[in-house]
């Protein structure tokens, strides 16, 4: 069994915090890296070819995304990260992707950084948990505003 660090792949300048860490902790712990980019869900079902170009560029984008973080992910943890795209509620695509792989044990966020508060998902999850089949997913939760030489120093 590998144990599987999960990142979710946002646009927030804090998410590197987490990439970096989950990635150190893989590396001293012989783990992988996940990473998890979830796409809005395309719902104008009027329009199904509209949608469904939509849907093909936010994977395209994605996809592009998860193979620019994979270089760093895997010098950092010294592995190929995992790659999975979700389309739909971020929080719903974590509890999937726990539920998916049991080896996921540990998902890493990383707090917004200033005065806006912790940012929404890890308000979501300290509100509504991420408990998946019978067990619960521990979160590890990074200051946003961690440099790479301090997460060297903890990881």
Do not use: C
Request: avoid cysteine; charged fraction near 30%; charge should be negative.
């Amino acid at each position: 069994m590998i144990r599987k660090f999960l990142v979710v792949v946002d646009d927030t300048p804090e998410m590197n915090a987490a990439l970096g860490y989950a990635s150190k902790r893989a590396r001293s712990t012989g783990g992988r890296v996940v990473l998890l980019r979830v796409t809005p869900e395309a719902t104008d079902e009027h329009w199904s070819g509209v949608r469904d170009e939509i849907r093909r560029q936010q994977r395209e984008e994605a996809e592009a995304l998860l193979a620019k973080l994979s270089d760093k992910v895997t010098a950092l943890s010294g592995a190929t990260p995992i790659f999975l795209i979700y389309e739909g509620d971020t929080l719903a695509a974590v509890r999937r992707a726990a539920a998916e792989d049991p080896d996921i044990k540990i998902l890493v966020l990383a707090s917004a950084t200033g005065s806006r508060g912790p940012g929404p998902l890890v308000t979501s999850i300290v509100n509504k948990g991420v408990g998946v089949e019978g067990r619960k997913l521990p979160v590890t939760i990074v200051p946003g505003e961690m440099t790479e030489a301090d997460i060297e120093d903890m990881a």
